[in-house]
Structure formats: C-alpha cells, structure tokens
C-alpha cells in the first residue's frame, strides 16, 4: 500500500525527499492528486509502512507538512 505526504510547500517537498532518501527510505515526488488537496503541487509518495518512520525523520529535521495520507 502506498502513502503520500502533503506539504504547503513545494520547498518542504523537495527538503523532505533529500532527507528521506538520506535514510534510505524509498520515497519518490509526484503531483498531488486533486481530491487530496491544492495547497502544494508536489507530494512525496511513501511506502504505507514507513509512515511512522517518516513522520519521525521529517519532525527531527523540522520539516513541516499538513498531512500523510493512504491511497
């Protein structure tokens, strides 16, 4: 199952991506689908498993996002 992460900006995005793939988690940008939000162009898609990984890593390094959604 796959995961994306929201952000409010493509900054954080592309900041977010470069420290994810620092830890090896795979992870890749891709346009953020229409019915999630139109806040940020971009959002990172995740493994569904590395969600608390995730969400560890981006709060350690301050990176904010809005929100990690299931698809």
């Known amino acids: 199952m796959k995961g994306v992460v ?5 900054n954080h995005a592309i900041w977010a ?3 994810l ?7 890749k940008m891709i346009s953020v689908p ?5 806040d940020c162009g ?6 569904a498993d590395d969600k608390e990984k995730v969400i560890i ?11 990690i959604e299931t698809l």
């Open 6 to 10: 929201l952000f409010h900006s493509t």
């Open 17 to 19: 991506e470069n420290e």
């Open 21 to 27: 793939k620092n830890y090896k988690i795979a992870c």
């Open 34 to 38: 229409r019915y999630l939000s139109s």
């Open 42 to 47: 971009y959002c990172i898609q995740i493994n």
């Open 57 to 67: 890593i981006l709060n350690k390094n301050n990176i904010e996002f809005e929100k």
